[in-house]
């Protein structure tokens, strides 16, 4: 009898340990479990902050792009007042700066419109100056305000500018050099 219950009590001791490992057993699985999904939280996290990086990296590559388009064009009236030393208050414009109240000045190549902006400027008369290599702005200041004026190169390359910009023109100067016969209509 007492080998009989000796025997039960380690049965049932077995059965205990057994039912202790199985919970440990399904501890260590719902660990695991638990350990993915903060895995998988954390990698989703991180992708998002990625695309969030490269959606701010491709908007500043945008915005860049947009402000070397600027620069560029800038650079290059800059090249513009290079070659034009001698002309006073000169830039170039990248837009008109305010709609409608710009003062285009035209005519052919040597007909003497940087000249005639010089004087303007500056009560000067200059004899020796560069062809206009694209725009030639001159801003002069009366007792009013600001009067713009916007030359146009008269050389072959920039003639097609004038089509652009006759529209935003508040007035229209157009210059001729009389002396010059052989272009005279
Ligand atoms: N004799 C004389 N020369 C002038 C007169 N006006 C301009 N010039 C000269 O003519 C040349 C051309 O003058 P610009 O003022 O550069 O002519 P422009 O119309 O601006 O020419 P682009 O910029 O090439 O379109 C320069 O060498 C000037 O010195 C003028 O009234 N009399
Ligand atoms: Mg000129």
Redesign the pocket.
């Known amino acids: 009898m007492e080998r009989g219950k000796v025997k039960k009590k380690e049965k049932e001791k077995e059965t205990e340990k057994e039912k202790i490992r199985e919970k440990g057993k399904e501890e260590k699985v719902k660990r695991k479990e638990v350990e993915q999904k903060i895995k998988e939280k954390e990698k989703e996290k991180q992708e998002k902050q990625e695309r969030r990086k490269r959606k701010e990296k491709e908007e500043k590559r945008t915005k860049q792009g947009k402000e070397t388009k600027k620069e560029k064009e800038q650079f290059k009236g800059q090249e513009e007042e290079g070659e034009n030393k001698d002309s006073t208050l000169t830039r170039t414009p990248l837009e008109p700066l305010e709609k409608n109240k710009q003062i285009l000045v035209l ?10 902006l ?1 004087s303007l400027a500056s009560n000067r008369v ?7 290599q694209g725009f ?1 702005a001159v801003c002069i200041n009366t007792e009013d305000g600001q009067m713009e004026f916007l ?1 146009i ?3 072959e390359p ?1 003639r097609s500018y004038s089509e652009t910009y006759l529209s935003k023109g508040l007035l229209l100067i157009f ?1 001729v ?1 009389s ?1 010059d016969h052989s272009r005279l209509p």
């Open positions: 005519g052919l190549d040597g007909a003497g419109k940087t000249s005639v010089h200059q004899h020796s100056v560069a062809p206009t030639n030359e190169g008269g050389s920039f210059v050099d002396a």
